[in-house]
């Protein structure tokens, strides 16, 4: 017998567990489902910096209240190139913030307020398809973590299902979306020493880029602009160091324990497509951004406050014209969020193959955005956010 609900989520990352709890408070129903465990989504480490948009969100609807004790509050960045340090004051700028909190900790506060209000939530539950999208009862066909059939039918489907999306088939087909593929990536790693600074610095140096991040008291995030191809495991300590000592000139790092690294591919994608009959798609299931903005999760957040209306208006009121205009509503903060991620990305790497003229020509963009009050606030104003909802 097929499970009936309201709203069929696939996917309890970011997306799908604030859409059931933004659901949640209009009273509409919804079964999420995840193919992985409770304790691999409350530990995998992704996004770190929250605009205040998505702050608010969290904090006004009682999703989170720790993100305002246990977040830390940034106002402002360091840009460093040609051996300076150039702050941006979003508070001065813009008058707004955003927020250190990892995104594994935003998961567990989800989960934690989704399980106390008795949010049909099922772990290790992976979707295989989802079937009749041009019904008014489109299903989601899953097997649970033992391989036993699991099937969901709902008023709608929200595919919130991440990057890999199985849900993105039924609605764009084989018809993909716009994409673009970089030639360079990020190395990330994670060590054990307090913050080389107060604020995270974004350094352009002639070796290429490097960021200088925090996840708490006792960890910093850092990353380097590397090849694509390149392997983990490639370097030592000393030489992860050694690298990212040479990108951050006129900093002192402190250093410690690395226990993890990675290598983060560089991306955009946006669906040609965002919905087909009752089934959408939001998040990363939608669209991918090159990190160097801090979109990602913020634009998950993003689709999902403006979905939440759209189907309060259908399954509340009746009413379609909100679900119909999903997709260009939501399209319109995608590709301002498109534009500013790769605009941070291409201002701030170094392009294989780049000359002279090409890196002289790119000091003098960074010298247009910090020398300059309207170079900063549009800085500033991208990187915080807009007011959401
Ligand atoms: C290393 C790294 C650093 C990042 N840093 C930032 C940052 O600083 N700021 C920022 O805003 N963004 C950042 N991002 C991006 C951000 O993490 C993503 O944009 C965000 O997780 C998107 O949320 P989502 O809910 O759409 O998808 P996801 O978080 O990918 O969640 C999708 C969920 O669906 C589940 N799923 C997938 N397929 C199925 C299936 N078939 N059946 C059932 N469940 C399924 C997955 O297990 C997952 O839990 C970063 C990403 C990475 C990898």
């Known amino acids: ?209 490097a960021l200088i991040s925090q996840r708490g008291p006792g960890v910093q995030r850092m990353y380097f602009q590397c090849d694509p191809t390149t392997d983990p495991g490639a370097y030592g300590e000393e030489r992860l160091w050694e690298i990212l000592r040479s990108r951050v000139p006129g900093i002192t790092l402190n250093e410690g324990r690395v226990f993890q690294r990675d290598v983060l591919r560089f991306r955009s994608f946006v669906a040609h497509e965002m919905r087909r009959g009752r089934v959408v798609l939001v998040g990363d299931a939608a669209h991918t951004v090159p990190p160097t903005g801090a979109k990602g999760m913020n634009l998950a957040v993003a689709d999902v406050v403006v979905l939440t209306e759209a189907l309060r208006a259908l399954l509340l009121d009746g009413d379609e014209s909100l679900f119909d205009a999903f997709p260009d509503t939501a399209r319109k903060l995608i590709w301002k969020a498109q534009h500013f991620s790769w605009w941070m990305t291409s201002m701030l790497h170094l392009q294989p193959g780049a000359g002279d003229f090409d890196r002289m020509r790119q000091i003098g963009e960074l010298r247009s955005v910090v020398e300059s009050e309207a170079g900063r606030a549009y800085l500033a104003e991208g990187y915080t956010g807009r007011p959401l909802g």
Not at 172 to 197: D, H, K, M, Q, V
């Open 1 to 209: 017998m097929p499970v009936r609900t309201r709203v069929a989520v696939i996917g309890a990352g970011p997306a799908g567990l604030l859409l059931s709890h933004l659901l949640g408070r209009h009273g509409i129903e919804s079964v999420v489902v995840d193919s992985r465990s409770r304790e691999e989504i409350e530990t995998t480490i992704r996004a770190g910096i929250l605009e205040q948009g998505t702050v608010e969100i969290l904090s006004e609807t009682g999703a989170s209240d720790r993100v305002l004790t246990a977040g830390r509050k940034h106002e402002g960045m360091e840009l460093r190139f040609d051996g300076e340090g150039h702050r941006i004051d979003f508070a001065a700028t813009v008058g707004r913030a955003v927020w250190l909190y990892p995104q594994h900790e935003v998961l567990k506060d989800l989960v934690a307020a989704r399980l106390a209000a008795g949010q049909d939530l099922r772990f290790g539950v992976t979707a295989e398809r989802v079937e009749d999208a041009e019904t008014n009862r489109p299903r989601v066909v899953a097997r649970d973590a033992e391989g036993g059939a699991v099937e969901i039918e709902a008023d709608v489907v929200v595919g919130a299902d991440g990057s890999r999306s199985v849900a993105r088939e039924a609605v764009t087909g084989t018809y993909g979306g716009y994409f673009r593929e970089y030639p360079f990536a990020w190395f990330g790693i994670l060590c054990e020493a307090p913050p080389s600074a107060e604020e995270l610095i974004y350094s352009n140096s002639p070796d290429g880029f």
